[in-house]
């Protein structure tokens, strides 16, 4: 369980790398990112960057070079735009919840809805009272 100031931290990296992938960079091997959430070291020196992305492997791929790339210039303007000692050093994983989520939901909508009988009622509402 992350204490509070590691949650702050998180939050505040979150955002900000947030922004900064969406406005400064221009990497052509970056696809449509979403940086869904971070955990920070409890000594706040370390940060884990889950990020999720739509596309073909080959473009999640080179989605994730390009933010591997891009790393040492993300944690220099993270600097820039947070007050802290030590700048955490950084580091991106996928978070593939969205994709399985959205697979889920495209499997769910495959199935047929089980069908009523065909007086609209249950069965035994249906057999008369002697």
Do not use: C, W
């Not at 100031?5 to 990296?13: E, P, T």
């Not at 600097?79 to 959205?102: C, H, K, L, T």
């Amino acid at each position: 369980m992350p204490s509070r100031r590691q949650q702050q931290v998180a939050d505040l990296i979150q955002r900000e790398i947030s922004v900064l992938v969406q406005r400064e960079l221009k990497d052509p091997r970056l696809g449509f990112v979403t940086i869904t959430s971070v955990e920070v070291s409890p000594d706040l020196r370390y940060a884990r960057i889950f990020y999720s992305v739509m596309g073909t492997p080959e473009e999640q791929k080179g989605t994730q070079q390009a933010l591997e790339h891009a790393s040492g210039f993300l944690r220099h303007a993270l600097a820039g735009r947070i007050e802290m000692r030590y700048v955490p050093e950084i580091s991106f994983r996928n978070d593939p919840s969205i994709a399985q989520g959205d697979r889920i939901a495209r499997l769910l909508a495959e199935i047929e809805p089980p069908t009523a009988p065909a007086g609209g009622g249950d069965a035994a509402e249906e057999t008369p009272i002697p």
